[in-house]
């Protein structure tokens, strides 16, 4: 405790001198998030990247969040204070195998989870999160979309809408470890409990909740509704904020199983080590930027 105490406040005098902001996914450890200047799902992560005025952003969360800000402000410095953080889901496609998709596909338009690569962004018509994926669709022209790379939230998707939608067969694996059964046990056991998963989680688990949201989404939720208990079908990081924001509700893991290694490789200690060498830096090529920075705006003009 008084460790990150201290760690906190040298951050703390460090951002102030460096005139950085601290941006932080609600999957982060509780200390990452508490020392936050923004906590906050990818979506609001991207506005906020966005409008910020800071010359340096940190970005706890994983690669995929820091090249987006980079995407957005590439006269910033953005740092990812572990450069190992990936998001294995957005390793589930290239750029080559979207090109080839799309020629099998020449009527579909591209929406690209804003979980993958720049690269990726860069062949696509327009990004979406799962904050905003139905109100993106529905703002295309097109009746057929290949949605990427998610499975399952494209499957999701393709129930709350008329178009045709062509999936990739990527997914979530911390989501992946949340089981239909899980929910059944639990809400034997907490039969008065909401049931909220993200729509990264299998069908069979969708089917079993009252709500899929986004990480933002389920903040918002639990916060505006009266319960007083609570099942969480995400990873176990978003508790740290509910139980904060929430403190006579009670929320209750779908799965301690579902922890994501790569949000978790965020820690003090590595802030402070950014902040300190400035690095590792993140920074997309020029050319590629550009052509995602497009669909990354498209979705932001949506939003
Ligand atoms: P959110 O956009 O809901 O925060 O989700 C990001 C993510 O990586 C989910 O696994
Ligand atoms: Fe990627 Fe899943 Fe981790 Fe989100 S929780 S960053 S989708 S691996």
Redo the contacts with the bound molecule.
């Keep these: 405790m008084t460790d990150n105490r201290n760690l906190t406040d040298s951050i703390l005098s460090l951002k102030e001198q460096r005139k950085a902001i601290i941006l932080a996914h609600n999957?982060q450890r509780g200390e990452v998030q508490d020392m936050a200047d923004f906590v906050g799902d990818s979506l609001q992560l991207s506005q906020q990247a966005a409008k910020t005025d800071a010359g340096v952003i940190v970005f706890c969360?994983?690669n995929f969040m820091a090249e987006t800000a980079y995407i957005l402000c590439p006269d910033k410095v953005v740092l990812l204070p572990d450069a190992n953080a990936g998001?294995?889901?957005?390793d589930m496609i290239t750029a080559a195998k979207l090109k080839e998709k799309k020629r099998e596909l020449p009527n579909a338009e591209v929406v690209c989870y804003v979980?993958s690569s720049a690269d990726v962004k860069a062949e696509s018509d327009i990004c979406c999160t799962s904050a905003n994926a139905v109100r993106v669709i529905e703002s295309l022209e097109s009746k057929e979309i290949l949605f990427i790379p998610?499975h399952y939230l494209g499957q999701y998707v393709s129930t709350q809408t008329d178009k045709k939608i062509h999936l990739w067969p990527g997914y979530?694996?911390?989501?992946m470890k949340i089981l239909p059964e899980h929910i059944t046990e639990l809400r034997k056991k907490y039969p008065r409990a909401r049931v909220v998963v993200h729509p990264?989680c299998r069908p069979d688990v969708i089917a079993l909740a009252d709500k899929a949201l986004s990480t933002g989404g389920m903040i918002r939720y639990a916060r505006e509704n009266d319960f007083d208990q609570m099942i969480v079908g995400t990873?176990i990081g978003i508790l740290h904020r509910l139980k904060k924001d929430n403190p006579d509700k009670e929320f209750i893991p779908a799965s301690n199983k579902a922890v994501?290694p790569?949000?978790k490789l965020i820690t003090l200690e590595k802030v402070l080590w950014a902040l300190e060498e400035m690095a590792p830096e993140v920074r997309v090529p020029e050319e590629t930027r550009l052509r995602a920075k497009a669909a990354v705006d498209r979705m932001l003009q949506v939003s």
């Design positions: 999957y969360g994983v998001c294995p889901m957005a979980n998610d979530c694996p911390t989501h990264e990873e994501c790569n949000m």
